[in-house]
Nanobody, 123 residues
Framework: VQLQAFGGGLVLAGGSLRLSCTGS?????????MGWLRQAPGKAREFVGG????????SYANSVKGRFSISRDNAKNMVYLQMNSLKSEDTAVYFCAADYGAYLPRNGRWDIWGQGTQVTVSS
């Protein structure tokens, strides 16, 4: 499976941005748990949010709860991260990741990684 993330850019604090990630490969996209992680300069990569393939359950980091929302469209092999009320501390490279398991690895090991897309929030 290959993942490609896109949709990053420069946005003012308080604004919104939607990231997208498309997957392609032999494993049905609907059987992949999908996640978004981010890495800010000088910081460790951290889990942002994810959605399980088994039941559609979503999970978020405390820092983005209520502001970010993850969704998926299996028919289009797409997963989205809607980011609202963006803050300067949300500035990071955002990565799309996938896992074959029914549960989200969160800050553990994900099976597949896409390339990152830069999100810069200007205050």
């Amino acid at each position: 499976v290959q993942l490609q993330a896109f949709g990053g850019g420069l946005v003012l604090a308080g604004g919104s941005l939607r990231l997208s990630c498309t997957g392609s490969g032999r494993t049905p996209f609907s059987r992949l748990s999908m996640g978004w992680l981010r890495q800010a300069p000088g910081k460790a990569r951290e889990f942002v949010g994810g959605i399980r393939w088994s039941d559609g359950h979503t999970s978020y980091a405390n820092s983005v709860k209520g502001r970010f929302s993850i969704s998926r469209d299996n028919a289009k092999n797409m997963v989205y991260l809607q980011m609202n009320s963006l803050k300067s501390e949300d500035t990071a490279v955002y990565f799309c990741a996938a896992d074959y398991g029914a549960y989200l690895p969160r800050n553990g090991r994900w099976d597949i990684w896409g390339q990152g897309t830069q999100v810069t929030v200007s205050s």
